[in-house]
């Protein structure tokens, strides 16, 4: 793993920074050289990649380093919830992520936050928390993907979300259909266990990506709005990002939709079939009623009992016995109580 030399960056608190020219190819600013300067339309453009736990990042801010002073102040401020601030050519950000571990690996569901300030030629992200789509990023700039511009960056970021979403939907839809066949298979009981962590993973996803669309939403009627100064790259990307959002937004509200009425029609399978074993239940108990009546009757040691002395006696109680448990089973049958419960 990299190790950050923050004590020796220009830039207090930065992580990384990377300088692109003007075809978008991008080169990592070596720690210690001079960092290009925020919105040089004639050199490229800018990433800077803070770290947002530093203490002298609030400095940094009021200084105008990493970007409008006011505009950073809203975007890096620790409120984690999803959203865009605009300010003339400039726009703000907070958008989920997902946190990476030490080893590299990354979560599957997008609990963590990415800052950003976007400009006409630069973009500053900071985190507090490790996440994944920077490093997918730079790792990817790093191999040669070009990248036009910092509105394109931004759009990387998204898309590693989405991907990471759509991995995930693809996975528990995958899981659900497994489910629905073990239900469809009648010799295979019926178990809503699986249900539960599906129906968990896809809410939580669902309540992220919502999150997620409502602040491209705004980006985008923003960007259409008359007299707006974001630049049009940033309309153009806040549409493209839209309509793969609104996609999987109807994809995560399907599956959600689905384990739920899975999980609602197993439990009522499991209704049906506690209740016609009750059923089944109550009809032997009725039959099985007069029998025991009849030899809780002949089991009294009572003076005068009948067929006491008689040689035949047990016998003629069986059939006694017997014949009060075939009464009540036609009587049952007249009144038609022994179809199956619907």
Known sequence: ?????????????????LAFDTDGRGRQVALGDELPSLGDPEHGFVWL????????????????????PRLAAATFARDEHQRVVVDG????????????????????????????????????????????????????????????????????????????????????????????????????????????PIRRQSVRSHRQLAGLRAVFHRLEDEAAMEGDQLPGAVGAMAARVVQRLDSLHRDMHVLSERSRLLQDEIAARTTALTNRQLFTLSILTALFLP???????????????????????????????????????????????AGRPG
């Open 49 to 68: 990649h803070v770290d947002l736990v530093d203490a002298r990042t609030e400095a940094l801010i009021l200084e105008g380093r990493l970007g409008p």
């Open 89 to 196: 050519p400039h726009a703000g950000f907070v958008i989920a992520d997902r946190e990476r571990a030490f080893d590299g690996s990354s979560s599957e569901e997008p609990n963590g936050r990415l800052h950003c300030v976007l400009g006409p030629g630069y973009l500053v992200s900071g985190r507090r928390h490790a996440t994944a789509c920077a490093v997918a990023a730079r790792d990817a700039v790093l191999s040669g993907t070009l990248v036009p511009g910092p509105a394109k960056l931004l759009e990387r970021f998204v898309g590693s979300t989405i991907a990471s979403l759509n991995a995930t939907s693809d996975r528990l839809s995958s899981s659900l259909d497994s489910i629905e066949d073990d239900m469809l298979d009648e010799a295979k009981a019926d178990d809503a266990r699986p249900l539960g």
């Open 291 to 337: 029998p025991t009546l009849v030899t809780g009757v002949f089991g009294m040691n009572t003076k005068g009992l009948f067929f006491s002395e008689t040689d035949s006696g047990s016998m003629i109680a069986l059939i006694i016995g017997a014949l009060a448990a075939l009464a009540v089973y036609v009587v049952i049958r007249r009144l038609n109580l």
């Open 1 to 17: 793993m990299q190790h950050l030399l923050i004590e020796e960056s220009s830039l207090p608190g930065l992580i990384f920074a």
